[in-house]
């Protein structure tokens, strides 16, 4: 069995593209928690409340870099995507701890990426613009096949 963690941007429905490409194939996906306001919100639910915004934005963003460093660790392949609405630093962040740890790196972005994340793309394995391209990147490594 494969595990996949799928990292990164939140707002398009990337992830469950892949995992549905998927189905047929020996792997088990994870993520990071991407209903906005619960991640934003767990470090204050869990630990209390904070006056000032930015207490209550670090406790979350180490609340949820526990979940992101299991995740990233337990994983044998790592998808991180870069979408095209928002700055993913987080995103940023997870595809260099996932290479510092020496896993198997996917990059997800469209070509507008290319440049600005060049860096990025030399640390992985594969640089993917499509969800698609990702689940035959899997159905390779697990079965040796080609897309038909």
Known sequence: MLRVYLS??????????IIEGAKALDVTFDSPVTDHGASDDCGVAILG?????????HKGAMVNAI??????????VVVVRFGDQ??????AFDAGYAAALGKSL?????????????????????????PRQVVEILRYVLTGALPG
């Open 8 to 17: 990164g941007e939140i707002h398009t429905d990337w992830r469950e593209q």
């Open 67 to 76: 979940r992101t460093r299991k995740g990233i660790a337990d994983a044998d």
């Open 106 to 130: 996917i990059i997800l972005h469209g070509p507008d990426h290319a440049h600005a994340l060049k860096e990025v793309d030399a640390a992985a394995l594969a640089v993917a613009q499509e």
């Open 86 to 91: 928002y700055k993913q630093w987080n995103a």
């Open 49 to 57: 409340a904070e006056d000032h915004k930015y207490w209550h934005d």
